[in-house]
Structure formats: C-alpha cells, structure tokens
C-alpha cells in the first residue's frame, strides 16, 4: 500500500534573492463576474512564461515569486532518460536581471505538471465553500489544509511519479522514486518536504481553474466531469 510518506513536495530554497521575475510583457485573462464586481481577479497567463533570473542563479531548477518551477535542459534529459510521468513543458524565455552579466542567459523549461492526485479530501480540512464561490464567474473557493497526512488518497492517485492534488495547484508533489533521484543527481535549487510535514496553508483558499494550471486539453478530461475545468 503507497502511503503518505512515500510522497514529497518540491520547494523553493528560502533564498528570496534566486527567484526569478515574471517579464512586464506577460498578460494574464481577465476575469470580471457578471454578477459581483468584487469578484474582479486575473485568470490563466497568456501566451509563453518569459523571467528575468538573478544572475548570480545557475541552479539546476529556478523558481519565480508566483511559484512556478523552472528546470535546466539538463534536469529535463534526467527526467525524461528515467522515464520520469505527470508532466510537460514549455520552453521559457529568459534573460538576467543584469544586463552587464556577460554570461548566456540559461535554457529554462516551465515544468507543468499533468499527474493527478485526485481532490483533497475533507478529511485533510479541505473543502469546497459554496457560500464563497460564486456560479456566475466560477470562482471556486475553499477552507485551507490543516489535516497534511490526511491530504493523499491512493484510490484518486493517477500513478504519476509527478502530481498536484486539487485545489493545491502550487503544490508539486513527486514520488519517493523522483526524490531519490533529485538527491542521488544533486540537483540544486530545490528542497523536499515529506507531504505529512506540511505546514497549514490558509484558511481560505482560491485557486481559480484547472485550466489556469493545466494544459487546456489535460485540464478538460480531469475538471470537466468534477465541475473545476
């Protein structure tokens, strides 16, 4: 039986000054609610992932203040010669933040996850709030993760080696098989945490869509039959 602690989720170093900046260029959707104005909010970003990196990172994964995960050629051959599932990616458009830094930009690649570890739960404390969503604009929202070992359910668990549950789409969790090779590789610029020893997220959560996070067509067979494409 897989358990919890075979699981681990993919963090960012503490370093704040690695993180990579989203270009001024990018544009995101827009979301204006018919019925509460309040409801205003950006929806999934448009168009190709392009980051300024501090040039000072060379780390084999990068990541931006948004949380999205960005992984070196080299990573990517690893991944794909150990048959590593539950994902795919884009290329990312990069430049450094110095632009006296003669060295070549790196080759980034936005990681983007399509392993499936199914719908958090109640058990986790995680659950839909149908007085705080809204059905005219869709936006969904929930209570927050208090219960962490409680978060995984083998029976919802697509069998990907890369997966999120939902609605933790920041929330990269890997097999114990990925972590292993992270650390036997020595991949630098990310840190493990057992999903049993996660920290409680907020009390609210509100993570839009599927399809912010997803591929449109991996979002769509996943969220249409669960109403969160």
Not at 39 to 65: E, K, S
Not at 169 to 184: E, T
């Amino acid at each position: 039986m897989t358990t919890p602690d075979s699981f681990w989720k993919l963090d960012s170093p503490s370093d704040e000054r690695k993180l990579a900046e989203w270009s001024s260029a990018i544009e995101q959707e827009s979301i204006v609610c018919p019925a509460h104005p309040e409801h205003r909010r950006a929806g999934r970003r448009l168009g190709r992932l392009g980051v300024a990196v501090p040039p000072t990172n060379r780390d084999d994964v990068v990541w931006t203040w948004y949380g999205d995960c960005l992984i070196s050629e080299s990573v990517l051959t690893l991944l794909r010669r150990e048959g590593i599932t539950g994902y795919t990616v884009e290329e990312v458009e990069v430049r450094t933040k110095s632009p006296g830094d003669k060295r070549p930009a790196p080759h980034l690649w936005e990681l983007l996850v399509t392993g499936w570890g199914g719908i958090a739960p109640p058990g986790s404390g995680i659950a839909l709030d149908p007085r705080r969503s809204c059905e005219a604009c869709q936006m969904l929202v929930y209570s927050g993760l208090t219960t962490p070992e409680s978060l995984f359910k083998e029976r919802q668990w697509d069998g990907s080696d890369i997966f999120i549950i939902w609605p933790l789409p920041r929330f990269i969790f890997v097999s114990d098989r990925v972590a292993r090779l992270l650390r036997a590789e020595e991949i630098t610029g990310v840190q493990l945490t057992r999903l049993e020893e996660l920290p409680q997220t907020p009390a609210t959560l509100s993570p839009g869509r599927l399809s912010y996070w997803m591929p449109r067509e991996r979002a769509r067979q996943l969220g249409a039959p669960l109403g969160i494409e």
